[in-house]
């Protein structure tokens, strides 16, 4: 079945920087990547995701980039802030109806201000 | 957008008694929900993955007579958690796929279940 990692499992950075996390799947048929912010006590929130057809998209200050031969996905956040702090998740499925998310560990992104 | 209301967000139980957790699709129909389980600091862990109108599949490791899932209609899935023990104590998440798509799994907001 998928596996998927994720790097780093804690991020602290300065408000106004960037940051970048790593997932790297394993299963070559999975097509679907999302990534969700988790705050604490709550449900995982989609904030971003891309399909194995497009390279990379981006919303605002969040961005999405695809590696498919390599199988890497990264999720970027430039002008960060302290609302940005939250654990994000990435996740991969094939994307059929019946087919669940496997979900990364999580990094914890703490933004100082 | 499609919204899946889960219930109850806390709820604490003594040890040996049931639980029930809901999810519902809003405004969509859900053919396949998903069943996660999530310990403190740690990632979502698929549970089970239920049909509408057909038996849940489940994880290896997961128990089928303790975590007993129905899924009768296209809106509501529940999950119960029969004799409960502390160690059942975890935050319970559903994913609904949203029909009619490919890529749409809407989560609930969570059922926190503290076992005592």
């Known amino acids: 079945g998928e596996n998927v990692e994720q790097h780093p499992s804690t991020l602290s950075v300065q408000e106004g920087d960037s940051a970048v996390i790593k997932c790297t799947y394993s299963d070559s048929a999975s097509n679907y990547f999302p990534w969700y912010k988790q705050e604490l006590g709550k449900g995982p929130q989609l904030i971003i995701d891309?399909?194995?057809?497009?390279g990379e998209k981006k919303d605002q200050r969040i961005a999405v980039t695809l590696n498919k031969t390599a199988k890497h996905f990264s999720l970027h956040i430039t002008e960060t802030q302290p609302e940005d702090s939250a654990v994000y998740f990435c996740a991969a499925s094939r994307g059929s109806g019946n087919t669940p998310l496997v979900f990364g560990k999580g990094t914890r992104l703490s933004v100082i201000a | 957008g499609a919204v899946v209301s889960q219930h109850p967000s806390r709820v604490i139980c003594k040890s040996g008694t049931s639980v029930k957790i809901e999810c519902r699709s809003l405004?969509?129909?859900?053919?396949?929900m998903f069943w996660y389980r999530q310990f403190p600091k740690q990632s979502l862990m698929l549970m089970a993955t239920?049909?509408?109108?057909?038996?849940?599949?489940?994880e290896q490791g997961v128990e089928k007579d303790k975590f007993l899932i129905n899924h009768a209609s296209l809106t509501l899935s529940t999950l119960t958690v029969t004799s409960a023990h502390p160690e059942d104590s975890s935050f319970y998440i559903c994913?609904?796929?949203?029909?009619?798509?490919?890529?749409?799994?809407?989560f609930g907001s969570g059922t926190r279940l503290t076992v005592v």
């Open positions: 994913s609904a796929h949203n029909r009619g798509t490919n890529y749409g799994y809407t």
């Open positions: 405004d969509f129909q859900a053919t396949t």
């Open positions: 891309i399909r194995s057809n497009v």
């Open positions: 239920s049909n509408e109108g057909s038996k849940a599949t489940y």
